[in-house]
């Protein structure tokens, strides 16, 4: 559950190696954490990704840092130069930040249904509910308080934090992990307007998540209504995200927190979705697509770019002209063309 | 908690006349599952009620179909027809995926206070807590993990799914459904703000939730600051949705995710609201409204009609010369002003 | 959990004197309850302080109201005039509605790491789970099935509600509230984007609570990538809302519910942020200032103000209108431009 600090020292050139990154400087400075550029003391290594940092380089006490071959030549310090500086951070967070081990085993009060079969280096907590016939695998490590349903496929590696809940035949990849508050498979918003009061239709569809998807606290992913709702691999969900039934949503795909998704849309591979945008159900978007916060998709996108809808904060009085000249748009529109003509005719 | 494919084949008589749709064609086949028109197969029945979808009429492969009285002639296949194929499809699929039954009683690991008094009828999963003084009815299923706070009222044929919050003196209607991570009752968000500190306003109304409701997940309907927070019968919630203290939601509105409606606000009857639209507090919105997706309600809507507020997303280059554009529209209604004067003079 | 309420009568004069407020009229008169003007009998006090409910003051039944200097005069009844009405109602609801005390102890169902350190007055409610190395003050109040993980700091007085989740290293200061299905800590959203596959990145800093925070349904704070997530005293969060990895939340700010704040958000102090606003990552915004409800922030705000950017509602044929007329707004400018350059030539 936690990424405690614990990893003794590594020399610079341990770290190269281990990540495939290119060494320059001295290789045995001993580093045994990771820090921010500002933060840093010595024995950190820190990174440079972001140009708008840069000032920061000159002035840290880290040790080491990582940089890309632009950066490289604007510090003096023992550094790691890497094509993709963040994502070598990346790895090298990961050395002294191992993911927590648990110990594997059932705890005594988790509740197991008799037909469910759970690997045994697979990790259940206190307090987990485990439905008749679902599946665990190797290495998987269920928390405290989860509850998943009957049917369900819990590949290896996969993580639930605390108090997840899985519904029914619902299917996760090797190496997926939820955070706590993630509901998964869940019905569908479907009910049929019978003369001013609903019919629940059955949401008889399942969720499949693919592998090393990443979904956050309190997202929610809805069963679909006869097919499916589809998350394929490497998928990337921040939290409180709501992914309506039948949606399918394409590998490498990032969604931040506060997006909503509605059925049966289609989004493409490797798109990015910022937060808080809505996206309307029955629709697609290509592959590669970003969408801008805050943003409202009304309409299949075709073709990949960036695409915007939200219009930024004004002081209040200044909003308040604009919002009343917007009615009148269209008036505008008309007295410009009868000026046009006016002049037109003279 | 799922919907099980359990049922043996029915004849399409049987389904018509337990549906109460009119047979037309060869009531003797067999029907053993329902599906998408695309998705059949020999056994299936499916069907067509966007008219978007008319051409997977022809090439369905299902053995029957429920279809409306317009499309009927479209198919030569065995029908049902209907004034609404959504909703006798709806009906269809609940007889081949009844709603799961549960073994009544209460699981061992369940805690319940001493003054609870539970029907012998409902079920009471693993680790569920129940408050004192609180009743449930015949039938309720109650999931794992659960918890319903001191003196709630929670009717009969009411189910919870696994992990629901239930606070206190809460009121929970027949029949009523909650999906996982919906929490009711929690305090509205009342405070008093002196010089600069905030003084808590304790909460001290309840929720009320009528029969028929079904509720999403991690939804929250926050309790009334002294009156009550009202959910009629037969509103449908969708997931992510938050409802402030001392609304009223009319009977048959249906709400999709993400829906935030602030304090006080009183939501007609009949009304769809759509997703991610924001409505603010103390106002008031007329039976039978729609309020597109993704649009803000600053006031009271007194006619029943459709509204909309949402700009849908541009290309980012072009969205920015419109956004940077709406700053100057007051001076566009000056500039054309002074035109029309000046053409006015000559 | 709840404010039953147990209180019996008091006179107002006992009222005045315990709130600090001016008694203005018959002291003697028995007040056993708290109510709305207009719902309130004999024996209920009631408060007035937005001037748009005066009316109710002439019609309401109660033994006596809390108004006031302004409103003092508009009513014969006994009253406490106060500078802050809706404060002094706070205050006089407390005592009729004290905060549910709760038993000491921990309840035999809880786990609880071997080196946690729980004082004696705290109350672990039926299921919690608590890590090693965790401390929980005095008189702290752990509901049923919330989840603590390991070195955790949970101060004096401070309330988890049912189901609430803390994952390792977090901080949580004295009297603070957390209300059902909040989520504290987990991994903020951090990736690198290695040639279209995502290597996540180690969250590896905490979430650090300040002292009279109150935290509502299902809301989500997640940990910092290195430095920590800080909320600072006496902030008040609603239900639903996210907040990033890196964000500092200045004291005594007030967030709505259903708003998404980005990483590295800085919000200064007394900001006040209405229901469904947007703040995007990596800006500041300036202590005292105030976010309208459903508006997006993406710039930093350097001056202290009312910022809106929320369209209201139109009609739905209406908003047609202006829609399609946005896209042509450039055009306007230059069209006006014209016409100006046109009429200056003659």
Not at 327 to 337: G, K, P, S
Request: charged letters at 20%; glycine letters at 12%.
């Amino acid at each position: 559950m936690d990424r405690t600090h614990h990893a003794p020292g590594l020399s610079l050139r341990d770290l190269a190696s281990r990540c495939g990154a290119e060494l320059s400087g001295d290789g045995d400075v001993m580093i045994d954490r990771v820090a921010t550029l500002d933060g840093a003391g010595p024995g950190a290594i820190a990174f440079l990704s972001n140009p708008r940092y840069r000032a920061q380089l000159a002035r840290t006490h880290a040790s080491a840092v990582i940089v890309s071959m632009r950066d490289a030549a604007a510090t003096p310090l023992p550094k790691l130069v890497a094509q993709n500086p963040y994502a070598t951070y990346a790895r090298v967070a990961a050395i002294f930040h191992p993911a927590e081990s648990t110990q594997a085993g059932i705890h005594p009060t988790a509740v197991v249904g008799a037909s469910a079969r759970i690997a045994p280096s697979a990790t259940l907590g206190a307090y987990v509910v485990v439905g008749e016939g679902t599946t665990i695998g190797e290495r998987a490590r269920i928390h405290a308080g989860s509850v998943i349903g009957d049917g369900c496929q819990i590949s290896e590696d996969v993580v639930l934090h605390p108090r997840v809940v899985i519904y029914a035949r619902s299917s996760i990849g090797a190496r997926t992990v939820l955070h706590s508050g993630a509901v998964i498979g869940a019905d569908g918003f479907g009910m049929a307007d019978e003369q001013g009061r609903w019919v629940k239709v059955p949401q008889i569809g399942r969720v499949v998540i693919g592998a090393d998807v990443e979904i956050g606290a309190n997202t929610t992913i809805d069963r679909g209504a006869i097919d499916d709702t589809i998350i394929e691999d490497d998928v990337k969900l921040d939290n409180q995200i709501q992914i309506g039934h039948n949606c399918r949503i394409g590998a490498h795909t990032a969604i931040a927190g506060c997006v909503g998704i509605a059925g049966s849309a289609q989004i493409g591979r490797n798109c990015q979705i910022g937060g808080a945008a809505m996206i309307t159900g029955h629709l697609h978007i290509a592959d590669g697509t970003i969408i801008s916060a805050a943003t409202g998709v009304f309409d299949s996108i075709e073709t990949a770019g960036v695409y915007t809808s939200a219009f930024p904060a004004l002081p209040h009085r200044e909003w308040r002209h604009v919002a009343s000249v917007m009615r009148r748009l269209r008036t505008f529109a008309e007295r410009i063309r009868a000026l046009e003509r006016r002049l037109g005719r003279e």
